[in-house]
């Protein structure tokens, strides 16, 4: 059985943002080490859209965000050594390497000059503000004359 979603709106910029490259799982969306690729919630209001990405266990010097012809790539390498002292020996040692990269085309009212970053608590979170054409304006009274 297939689910269909019926609509008697026309679709907005935010459905057609995740309809394009979100779950496009091609070689953009990849895990150097294949491990699993941090979940992702993407939100919007009227201002701009919100990427939060689950990374717990990392830094924020991990991260690198790069915006190249409209396309956000998330990516992250972080290698952990774990040193040893004098006279000790290793029974049993398991190294720890991380690395994935995630890629989302930006929609065309994303105003991807202006995108902001902070990592906290575990939760990548990329702010994408919408172009000011983009966003809705408020009614405007009409004289009559």
Do not use: C
Not at 118 to 134: F, H, S, T
Request: net charge negative; aromatic share 12%.
């Amino acid at each position: 059985m297939s689910l269909v979603r019926f609509s008697n709106q026309l679709p907005s910029v935010f459905d057609r943002f995740f309809e394009g490259d979100l779950f496009d799982w091609s070689n953009r969306n990849f895990s150097v080490t294949n491990t699993t690729l941090p979940s992702v919630n993407i939100k919007q209001n009227a201002e701009e859209f919100t990427v939060e990405v689950a990374a717990p266990g990392f830094e924020k010097a991990d991260f690198k965000l790069e915006v190249h012809n409209d396309l956000l790539t998330i990516s992250s390498e972080k290698k952990v050594e774990n040193e040893t002292k004098e006279g000790e020996q290793f029974t049993k040692r398991e190294f720890s390497y991380q690395s994935f990269t995630r890629s989302f085309t930006l929609p065309e009212i994303a105003d991807g000059e202006r995108i902001e970053a902070n990592y906290e608590n575990g939760i990548l979170r990329i702010v994408i503000p919408k172009k000011d054409e983009a966003k809705p304006k408020p009614a405007r009274m009409i004289e009559i004359q």
